[in-house]
């Protein structure tokens, strides 16, 4: 087996297994920096291994043996000692020992919980999911938050000393907690899915998880739907939604997001995540009927203004609005107080270009307004 | 591990709060006392008089420096404390919520790092 293939095997365990290992590593002690450093040295180990050994047969087995003997020699170490007292706990917990990785796959499930804790600093509970449990660089967060690589790695220092320090434990809420707990962790998530949307798919596969870990939580399952349809429309420039060609579009998620929209069955009115999966699923329709269903997503929108009356849902139901009673009635529907977000523009445009009316500036305001070059291309080629 | 619960609150007297309002906060921290002894996780706590009768002292060169008044002028003073005992953060998180001062102020949990047994840090 050469390095290559070998590097591409350690990717693929790191992507399936990354935050099962840290959470199972973190676990007993709270202490998420060791369980990474733990795990680093384990993937390095493979790295140099496997070329010759191949790849065992059960690649996340031989990296958390691995792992946990490196956490164990720094637990052991001379610094350790000398600078800190074993505390009770540490000393001897191992309770890793025996088991079967397999068997305790909701130890992620916790690892989410404890990384969207109302203890932790709202700003760092994506950052921190994308880096303990999909595996993402300091560097490469701190690129798609436009923050200086120094300030996100202190972000994420500052979470973890808390999570040890304050003891944040490493459980899935009760029932009772439930309503008040799964919110910021489906935030999380949602913000992973903005921030990670490659085609790789990172943070869909952790909203499936999370969805089938819960089991039976409505949002949850609404989230995996979001996240799975817009996965499937996904592609590298940008494309606007109405000259997309559906036949690019992935069937095989389509349909893997529609079985988990169904699956969303609430007890109480469906929440924000079902309603925009619900409003996604209604787009990628257009593939089985050849036309965009707007009144299904008027009905929809006019939904989720009233459980998420965000800025982007009540620009997005304008532009509704727009196909179903024209243009003019469109730009009436748009909110007022929205100057500076670019979908108001680039929504404001088009309804007036429809109207038949100078779009010129609003395009350009939008283009301006936009970090993404292909949007800003395409918008000024319209103005 | 140990957390110690900060009670700031702005503060009142039976002249601007009433004697009933006292006497109801009374009898809550005595329920609330009460409740976290019976749970075993209670190891001690106080309620303090108001900074009207605070003194702070601060030693510069050698030279002590009193003066009246709390160390920080603000309109929520610490009222008082309480140390309890539990597995971690949710748990206290959890008792905060229940105290009688959760209601009229605001309780900050800090977790302890270190505390003293027969005179000695452990």
Not at chain 1, 35 to 46: I, R, T
Not at chain 1, 69 to 83: F, G, I, L, Y
Not at chain 1, 278 to 294: E, K, N, S
Request: charged fraction near 25%.
């Amino acid at each position: 087996m050469s390095a290559d293939e070998a590097r591409a095997a350690a990717e693929r365990a790191a992507r399936a297994s990354y935050g099962k290992l840290v959470a199972l590593l973190a676990a007993p002690a709270g202490d998420v920096a060791l369980a990474e450093d733990a795990l680093a040295g384990a993937f390095e180990e493979a790295l140099r291994r496997w070329p010759a050994t191949g790849v065992p047969a059960n690649p996340e087995g031989w990296l958390l043996t691995v792992a946990r003997n490196r956490r164990r020699d720094v637990w052991k170490s001379a610094a350790a000692r000398t600078c800190a007292p074993l505390t009770e706990d540490s000393a001897h917990i191992d309770p890793l020992a025996d088991h079967d990785p397999y068997a305790i796959g909701d130890k992620r499930l916790e690892l989410l919980f404890v990384c969207a804790h109302p203890a932790i600093d709202e700003t760092a509970r994506t950052p921190l999911m994308l880096q303990t449990v999909l595996g993402f660089e300091a560097a490469e967060i701190a690129r798609a938050y436009a923050v200086p690589p120094a300030t996100m790695a202190q972000r994420l220092v500052r979470a973890k000393k808390r999570i040890k320090q304050a003891r944040i434990p490493f459980t899935v809420p009760d029932r009772r907690s439930m309503p008040d707990r799964l919110p910021p962790v489906l935030e999380a998530v949602y913000g992973c899915a903005a921030i990670a949307s490659s085609p790789a798919g990172e943070a869909q596969y952790l909203a499936v998880t999370l969805a089938v870990l819960l089991g039976n939580e409505a949002e949850a399952w609404g989230l995996a739907a979001l996240t799975t349809l817009t996965l499937a429309r996904h592609r590298t420039g940008f494309v606007p939604l109405d000259a997309q060609n559906p036949s690019d579009w992935d069937a095989a998620l389509i349909d893997e997001g529609e079985a988990y929209l169904r699956r969303a069955d609430p007890s109480g009115p469906p929440g924000r995540f079902q309603l925009e999966a619900a409003i996604q699923a209604v787009h990628c329709d257009r593939r089985r009927t050849g036309h965009t269903d707007w009144a299904a997503l008027d009905t929809l929108y006019a939904a989720l203004l009233i459980v998420a009356p965000s800025l982007g849902a009540r620009v997005a139901a304008a532009a509704v609005r727009g196909r179903i009673d024209g243009p003019e009635a469109g730009l009436a529907a748009l909110p007022t107080d929205a100057e500076s977000f670019q979908p108001y523009w680039a929504t404001r445009a088009d309804l007036l270009a429809r109207a038949g009316r100078d779009a010129t500036a609003a395009y350009h305001r939008a283009a301006d307004l936009t970090d993404d070059p292909s949007v800003a291309a395409f918008l000024r080629s319209r103005a | 591990m140990r957390y110690t619960l900060l009670f700031h609150y702005q503060e009142g007297s039976v002249e601007t709060l009433g004697e009933e309002v006292i006497a109801e906060g009374k009898r809550a921290m005595t329920s609330y006392a009460a409740t976290l002894h019976a749970a075993g996780v209670l190891i001690g706590g106080e309620v303090l008089h108001s900074s009207e009768l605070t003194t702070t002292v601060r030693v510069t060169e050698g030279v002590a420096h009193v003066q009246d008044g709390p160390y920080a002028d603000t309109k929520e003073q610490l009222g008082g404390t309480i140390i309890i005992d539990v597995p971690d953060l949710d748990a206290a998180i959890d008792w905060a919520r229940r105290a009688p001062q959760a209601q009229w102020g605001t309780v900050e949990i800090r977790p302890g790092a270190s505390h003293l047994v027969e005179g000695v840090w452990t």
